[in-house]
Nanobody, 126 residues
Framework: QVQLVESGGGSVQAGGSLRLSCATSGFSYGTYCMAWFRQTPGKGREGVAGIESDGSTNYGDSVKGRFTISKDYVKKTLYLQMNTLKPEDTAMYYC????????????????????WGQGTQVTVSS
């Protein structure tokens, strides 16, 4: 079965960096899209970054130029490199996946994700 396990969260000062990891199992990277979302209490879930089955990427406007999503086919791990962190980046971060073979259409940062991890907390202090 599909499993997603996030790690790498923590506390950092503004301007610092963190790299989140999402260890995955149970599916092929060539037929699944994956993404990172975040959520804070009282706010809706926000799409942060996504990577399609063909490797193309997309980012939320608030993180463009600061965050980078990538995936390692050998290690079966999804990453989110977060640089120049801001206090407003404070949130619980979740990785997500959905079955979407190449040619079927992009997942983007919408609501079509089926599988979710348990989340990892990121706290950025000013």
């Amino acid at each position: 079965q599909v499993q997603l396990v996030e790690s790498g969260g923590g506390s950092v000062q503004a301007g610092g960096s963190l790299r989140l990891s999402c260890a995955t199992s149970g599916f092929s990277y060539g037929t699944y899209c994956m993404a990172w979302f975040r959520q804070t209490p009282g706010k809706g879930r926000e799409g942060v970054a996504g990577i399609e089955s063909d490797g193309s990427t997309n980012y939320g406007d608030s993180v463009k130029g600061r965050f980078t999503i990538s995936k390692d086919y050998v290690k079966k791990t999804l990453y989110l490199q977060m640089n120049t962190l801001k206090p407003e980046d404070t949130a619980m971060y979740y990785c997500a996946a959905a079955f979407r073979p190449i040619g079927v259409g992009d997942c983007g940062l919408g609501h079509g994700y089926t599988y979710w991890g348990q989340g990892t907390q990121v706290t950025v202090s000013s």
